[in-house]
């Protein structure tokens, strides 16, 4: 009896999963296992003059998190 309900539960799991992908523009691939992957077509694609712009404000981005660490490193030495 036990066995019976965990099969019924995990085929409503399941079928949750499945339902909840199919609304929230997932996709499922099933292989060996079950892969859920965003389905590609939902996103915008930015052109090349966005991607720049991204890559610069990631560049300062990084720049900023670099300084951030080596004051903090230098704040440690200080501690010490």
């Known amino acids: 009896m ?4 965990l099969t019924l539960k995990k085929l409503q799991s399941k079928k949750s999963v499945i339902i909840y992908v199919t609304v929230v523009r ?3 691939k099933s292989w060996q296992a ?3 992957l965003a389905r590609q077509d939902q996103f915008n694609i930015p ?3 966005e991607l720049n712009k991204m890559k ?3 560049a300062n ?3 900023q998190l670099n ?3 080596k004051a903090s490193e230098v704040e440690a030495g200080i501690l010490d």
């Open 26 to 28: 997932y996709h499922l």
């Open 67 to 69: 300084e951030q660490k």
């Open 56 to 58: 610069e404000e990631n």
């Open 61 to 63: 981005l990084q720049e």
């Open 47 to 49: 052109d090349s003059e």
């Open 34 to 36: 079950e892969i859920y």
């Open 2 to 5: 036990r066995c019976k309900s």
